[in-house]
């Protein structure tokens, strides 16, 4: 306690103590140590942080593909992308696309912004999670040919560039052939209550990159 004078001064004489006093710990600076001792802070733990750490500048598929979104291949056509991070929610999250319940998606971006990156992650992802038994894809590429690096791949069914008009619809010829008869074959079911009831005709993914030059 601080002794205060009339004038609101600090009494210096108030502050005096005996050397009892002096030597005596405050009940804070007893818990303290008291803490220290048993060394409660390891059994506990360190506080929970404000925010998750950043993620990394560099992100590996096969760091994530683990994750149980990619072991459910029986009612999906999906493949882990990239990790999502929510700071208000406090979660970090593998980020997947799903085409068997999403449909059609359209990847957008500026110059430069990773666009052909993206592609090259979501096919490499399904090569690793779907066998030829069960996916054909087919890529029209129109962007300086990145990705011929799959050309080989068990899945794909070719590669067709912006110098190959002949090729490109030689392509289409054959995909209206396959639509026509898979929807002779599906009548009113759509693709995936095919896959659910145990069809085993593969999915075909068709993949255009840079939709300006195909234009």
Request: proline share 3%; net charge neutral; with cysteine.
């Amino acid at each position: 306690a601080i002794l205060l004078t009339k004038s609101g001064a600090i009494d210096l004489l108030g502050q005096v103590k005996s050397k009892k006093q002096e030597n005596r710990q405050t009940e804070l600076e007893v818990i303290k140590e008291y803490l220290w001792r048993e060394e409660l802070q390891k059994e506990f733990g360190r506080a929970k942080d404000l925010w998750l750490p950043p993620l990394s500048k560099f992100i590996y598929l096969k760091d994530i593909v683990n994750s149980k979104i990619n072991k459910d291949k029986t009612n999906s056509l999906c493949t882990i992308i990239g990790l999502c991070d929510a700071p208000n929610e406090q979660i970090q999250f593998p980020f997947s696309i799903d085409f068997l319940e999403k449909g059609n998606y359209a990847v957008l971006g500026s110059l430069q912004s990773g666009k052909t990156t993206l592609v090259e992650t979501m096919l490499l992802g399904l090569m690793k999670k779907y066998s030829p038994k069960e996916l054909h894809f087919y890529l029209l590429d129109f962007n300086g040919n990145h990705l011929f690096s799959f050309a080989s791949a068990k899945q794909a069914g070719g590669v067709v560039t912006a110098e190959e008009p002949d090729k490109l619809q030689r392509f289409f010829d054959m995909l209206d052939e396959i639509m026509s008869e898979r929807k002779e074959l599906l009548r009113e079911r759509n693709y995936k209550d095919y896959r659910q009831n145990g069809g085993e005709l593969p999915a075909i993914l068709v993949v255009l990159d840079d939709m300006e030059n195909f234009r």
